[in-house]
C-alpha cells in the first residue's frame, strides 16, 4: 500500500506542475526487487485511488523494470485529462 500512496504523491506532484486535474492512464515499470505483483499494485492502487478525484479510476499499465533499475516504480506516461 505504501508504493500505491507513493505513486499517488507522484501523481498530484505531475498535476501541479503539468495542470492537469485528472489522470486516466499511468504507464509505469514496477522492479521485481519491489517485492508487490503487478495484480497486487493495481488492487491497492484501486483503493487507495478510491474517493480521488485526480486519479480515481485510472487505469495501470504494467511493465517489469529491468533488474536493479534503482527505482521500485517509475512512471513513464500519463494521459490526462
Known sequence: ?????????????QAQAGDFRQVKTVW??????????AEALRFNFE????????AEGAELVIAEAPPDSGDALRILELEVL
Open 28 to 37: 509505469l515499470t514496477l522492479d521485481p526487487a519491489a517485492g508487490v505483483t
Open 1 to 13: 500500500m505504501s508504493l500505491c500512496q507513493s505513486l499517488l504523491k507522484m501523481l498530484e506532484q
Open 47 to 54: 483503493l487507495a485511488a478510491k474517493g480521488s478525484s485526480l
